[in-house]
């Protein structure tokens, strides 16, 4: 690729950005300013690694879980891949996957790699992703580090020891997981894809990894009407990565009686007509502003509407419902949702209907803060772009993206527990449910 396609690529995030992201009057960054300043970075990239970089970190400015730059692949295969994966817990980071050659490293705390302290990493990659305090998503930590450690003989420092490593050529699907053990015996009501248990014979478990799976809300009906002693319900959404918030809605609407909102959201709103006119009347003297409104030709609040077209804050707002007035719920006793860091997009929408029903306690950690419909596009340089789309709030104006939904009750396992297998906020969890029966 040559600059002229480097620039054409570093106009084209600017440009769709500058049209659908929906918090630029709460973001700081000056979009045009940004877009000046990185120009002669993009015409001085020594190389396809730099340019690409620069597309992460300009998009990474704005702050936002669902927006961000999807590196070529061809340029990750060249890159390598890590042997591991990283968790953050408790403000730490410890190995939840990795090839067999490392498996006895799993569920350790890393302290360094290559003699660098894991934070001064986690540090180093925040200008590139999304990031909420030292917490990273999983995913991104293991395509973004491979750029800054050597092809071989990396070493890592866990808890545990040291071990070598060498990135790998391709991405591992041979990687072993740390697993959490489950302590109380349960009955296992399996009758898909899911994951279902039966704990004391009355409280249904149910893991819900993603919201990409159409027969979710079927496998789960077929639970709760095959279980007539059901007393409540758990459902663990600590690993779920989100999908399609519609899918979700399902299954809220099994648990959830009549319609139902969710979040408060909002969308650019924009036509041509519209944004020709705010650019004459943003040309106009303050004294001309007050001579239109004086004379009636114009209102404050017209006035004020064409400055937000040009400043990029113009929107159309609304909220998201679902269900149907006289819809009754399949179960209606106590339900419990378990979240973490890793409880994504889909995941938070889901959330948020039960917070605005007022229909479960919520145990965990907050959540990762992001979700918003990304506008998505192939750039010329082999990358896409990810850019968010709708601005959400909870139902009752909370807002959560860039900072996560907060739990009912607080409850984070340890990385000693991490470390043994103890899977301690699934325990809590149990424990509060038995109380609710």
């Known amino acids: 690729m040559n600059t002229a396609d480097y620039i054409a690529d570093l106009s084209v995030i600017w440009m769709q950005a500058s049209l659908v992201f929906p918090y630029f009057d709460r973001n700081e960054v000056d979009w045009d300013c940004a877009y000046r300043e990185f120009l002669p970075r993009i015409m001085e990239a020594k190389t396809p690694k730099e340019a690409h970089l620069l597309f992460a970190e300009f998009l990474n400015l704005l ?8 590196f070529p692949k061809a340029l990750l295969d060249e890159v390598g891949y890590l042997p591991f ?15 067999p050659e490392f498996q006895a490293y799993l569920g350790t705390e890393v302290v360094s790699i290559n003699q660098i302290p894991i934070h001064t990493w986690i540090q180093k990659l925040k200008r590139y992703n999304y990031h909420i305090g030292n917490f990273m998503p999983i995913f991104r930590i293991k395509l973004l580090l491979p750029f800054f450690l050597e092809k071989q003989d990396n070493i890592v420092e866990t808890s545990r020891g040291s071990f070598s490593f060498s990135l790998l050529p391709s991405r591992p699907n041979n990687l072993c997981e ?6 109380p015996e ?39 009407e095959e279980t007539p002693e059901l007393s409540s319900i758990l459902l663990d959404l600590r690993e779920n990565v989100g999908g399609m918030t519609m899918n979700g809605a399902k299954i809220a609407e099994l648990l959830i009686p009549g319609e139902f909102g969710s979040c408060r959201k909002r969308t650019r709103s924009m036509t041509g007509v519209g944004l020709a006119s705010a650019s004459q009347i943003s040309q106009w003297s303050n004294e001309e502003i007050k ?68 229909r479960a306690t919520v145990i965990g950690t ?10 998505m596009q192939d750039l010329s340089c082999g990358g896409w772009m990810r ?9 009752d104006g909370t807002e959560f993206v860039g900072c996560g939904i907060r739990p009912d009750i607080y409850c984070e396992i340890t990385t000693e527990d991490f470390a043994a297998g103890y899977d301690s906020v699934l325990q809590t969890g149990l424990s509060i449910m038995k109380q609710m029966k």
């Open 63 to 70: 702050g936002d879980g669902h927006t961000d730059y999807q």
């Open 85 to 99: 994966s990283m968790r953050y817990i408790q403000d730490r980071y410890s190995i939840d996957t990795a090839i």
């Open 178 to 183: 740390q697993k959490l053990h489950f302590p």
């Open 186 to 224: 349960y009955r296992s009501l399996r009758n898909g894809r899911l994951d279902l248990r039966l704990y004391e014979n009355c409280i249904l478990y149910i893991r819900l990894d993603d919201f990409m799976y159409r027969q979710a809300a079927d496998e789960i009906r077929k639970a709760i």
């Open 291 to 358: 001579k239109h409104i004086a004379d009636g030709l114009s209102s404050r609040e017209e006035i004020q509407e064409s400055f937000d077209y040009m400043a990029n804050k113009h929107y159309d707002r609304y909220i998201s419902t679902h269900g149907k007035p006289e819809q009754k719920a399949l179960f209606d006793g106590p339900c419990v949702i378990l979240t973490s860091r890793h409880t994504v997009s889909a995941a938070e929408d889901f959330i948020a209907m039960f917070r605005a029903s007022n």
């Open 366 to 375: 907050e959540t990762c803060g992001t979700t918003g419909t990304p506008f």
């Open 387 to 395: 850019i968010c789309s709708v601005g959400y709030q909870l139902f």
